[in-house]
């Protein structure tokens, strides 16, 4: 047996350097970053030098970044904020039907409001139709939402060609990106992409859990979701995670460190396990290889196994993988980016998603594979029977 953890799209394994200043901020510069003494400055001192590396990763200003608890929460700051800041502009929003829970459920919320919402549907790709956009895209539109890779098939979006078609059709509109899954993966460039709002989480790329950012662009008006003391400007109060933003920091500074061979290296894992799940009858592989998809996913559906009855299967070897999404895997729903790309009825419940990080290797690839081949004849057959 060999551990293979396969689930870095749920979470990462922390890099060493984001433990050690994780630990030394929880255990000798652990002030309160907005206390007047010096151990308050220590603390502060963390906050702005992570804000200074992630600014630097963007090609952003510092004042852009705001720190959050993470992921879901970038994004209902993101959208809640954004759109009860600018309701006398409008009250429509679009998005589309593939994404994260934590962005369809403020949007459900926001409909309860009285704002409208308009999901746009996908191809087999996972691609919304840039026509579709267009025409969706009305005067009283303020907000546009759609996610940069998607988390559960790797799915691109072109996310410049779409900010181009907003701010041709509407210029006022605000434009969001999920990028979870793809800070750390691409070149981001907000300013040059036409990306007013950006969200991203740290335990995606081997930094700590309970921290992430947001990024707003200057001029960009939202209202802040956190009362109290006034921390961050005003727009999130709370004593700052200084462990957290520090981990970050260091977490954002290691991915974009020889970030092209990084990136290479995940490609080649990904087409590795593609071209090896090829060997292996009743396959369908759900993403691309190559540029065409994000380098770290691999959704795969296998005929005649249901996924949940496969995962546990593959955990008591050790292998971890994931069924449909993490996040939302207590709601036994039937994902709605597998319905949304047109995956055939049967293999609705026979996904998986296997996610790579920094640490995997080809030989964890090939274990897995030589796992898989014994497994599926006996779990097919059982589950005939």
Do not use: W
């Amino acid at each position: 047996k060999m551990e293979c953890y396969f689930d870095n799209s749920a979470s990462t394994r922390v890099l060493d350097s984001v433990k050690d200043i994780v630990v030394k901020t929880m255990t000798e510069d652990y002030g309160n970053a907005a206390a007047k003494h010096r151990k308050g400055m220590e603390a502060e001192q963390y906050i702005r030098e992570a804000r200074r590396i992630i600014a630097g990763t963007l090609k952003a200003a510092e004042k852009e970044i705001l720190f959050t608890s993470g992921g879901s929460e970038s994004n209902n700051m993101a959208l809640i904020g954004t759109a009860l800041a600018n309701q006398r502009a409008g009250r429509h929003i679009i998005s589309t039907a593939v994404e994260h829970p934590s962005v369809y459920n403020p949007l459900t919320y926001l409909e309860e409001l009285g704002f409208e919402i308009t999901f746009l549907p996908v191809d087999h790709n996972g691609h919304i139709s840039l026509q579709q956009l267009e025409e969706a895209i009305r005067p009283d539109t303020i907000l546009v939402s759609v996610m940069y890779v998607n988390n559960e098939v790797g799915a691109v979006e072109p996310i410049e060609e779409i900010s181009r078609i907003i701010k041709a059709k509407n210029p006022s509109v605000i434009f969001h990106v999920d990028a979870i899954q793809a800070y750390g993966k691409y070149v981001i460039r907000p300013k040059k992409q036409g990306i007013d709002l950006l969200s991203v989480s740290g335990h995606k790329i081997h930094g700590p859990k309970g921290v992430g950012f947001l990024y707003i662009r200057s001029g960009v008006k939202i209202k802040p979701l956190i009362y109290g003391g006034g921390q961050q400007n005003n727009l999130r109060s709370g004593t700052e995670n200084v462990p957290g933003a520090a981990g970050l920091g260091v977490a954002a500074k290691e991915m974009y460190t020889d970030h092209e061979e990084k990136i290479r290296r995940l490609t080649e894992l990904k087409d590795y396990m593609i071209d090896r799940l090829g060997e292996i009858e009743g396959t369908l592989v759900n993403s691309k290889k190559g540029t065409e998809s994000a380098p770290q996913i691999v959704s795969v559906s296998f005929e005649g196994v249901r996924s949940e009855v496969l995962l546990h299967a593959l955990e008591d070897k050790e292998i971890y993988v994931s069924s449909g999404s993490a996040c939302s895997s207590h709601h036994p729903g039937i994902s709605g980016t597998l319905k949304g790309i047109g995956l055939a009825q049967k293999y609705l419940d026979a996904t998986i998603r296997i996610s790579f990080g920094i640490f995997n290797t080809k030989e964890e690839i090939d274990y897995c594979i030589d796992t898989l081949k014994e497994l599926l004849p006996v779990l097919r057959r059982y589950q005939r029977g």
